[in-house]
């Protein structure tokens, strides 16, 4: 598979456990955020996603929180599994420009 | 429905060669964006298409560029390539007209030796 990131960090759960990642982003002004999950030899897939207008929204098994005040992102995954496994990355969106995507952490379930 | 696919998955070229890359979008999607990922720089983002017209464009040189046809398919090329050009090139398809959600294709891996 794809060698994504060589030096990313990485956060090693617990099977079961909650995780959370957490990304900062740069711009103030931007309209949109997503994060994508990217398996080894896969391109990245989407999560979830919330505008910059909302503080928290949830999917199935997932939570993103957007804190404005201190540019702060995080996705919180419930009930960690072992295919969870894989790469998370956030990016930041603002209309009429382009997406600008984080460094990425690397998620490692224990068994 | 067929995901966004990417031709060819692995290539190898030798420096200064030039070398094009293909995107075919999830059938209806009419916005093509471009990005390289390497282990170093991460996900950068090259370029956009969207009705034939690039929208939006990256932070690279001028040696990348790309179009769009008029089903939506998309060609990125890259001129007189250099070493540092090594990476993943993913190609990500969405429904465009300021819809952002964006579904990624496997990548097309590219050595340059």
């Known amino acids: 598979g794809e060698s994504v990131g060589l030096h990313l960090p990485t956060l090693s759960v617990q099977e079961g456990d909650n995780s959370i990642i957490n990304c900062a982003y740069s711009n103030s002004a931007s309209d949109y955020f997503i994060w994508y999950k990217q398996e080894s030899g896969k391109g990245p897939q989407f999560i979830i996603d919330?505008?910059?207008?909302?503080d928290k929204r949830q999917g199935q098994r997932v939570t993103v929180l957007l804190n404005k005040t201190v540019k702060h992102l995080s996705l919180q995954i419930a009930a960690t599994q072992p295919g969870d496994s894989a790469v998370y990355f956030c990016a930041e969106f603002f209309y009429g420009q382009n997406f600008v995507f984080g460094p990425g952490t690397r998620l490692s379930v224990l068994p | 429905k067929a995901g966004v696919t990417q031709t060819p998955r692995y290539l190898i070229k030798t420096r200064g060669q030039q070398v094009t890359l293909s995107c075919s979008p999830i059938?209806?999607?009419?916005?093509v964006s471009w990005y390289q990922q390497t282990p170093g720089q991460g996900l950068q983002f090259l370029f956009e298409?969207?009705?034939?017209?690039?929208?939006n464009k990256g932070n690279f040189p001028g040696r990348f560029s790309g179009r769009q046809f008029s089903n939506s398919r998309s060609e990125m090329n890259v001129s007189t390539l250099e070493l540092g050009d090594s990476a993943l090139y993913l190609c990500a398809s969405s429904l465009g007209g300021g819809l952002v959600e964006q579904y990624f294709g496997p990548g097309t891996r590219l050595t340059v030796t």
């Open positions: 059938s209806g999607h009419r916005s």
């Open positions: 919330i505008r910059s207008n909302m």
């Open positions: 298409y969207f009705s034939e017209t690039q929208r």
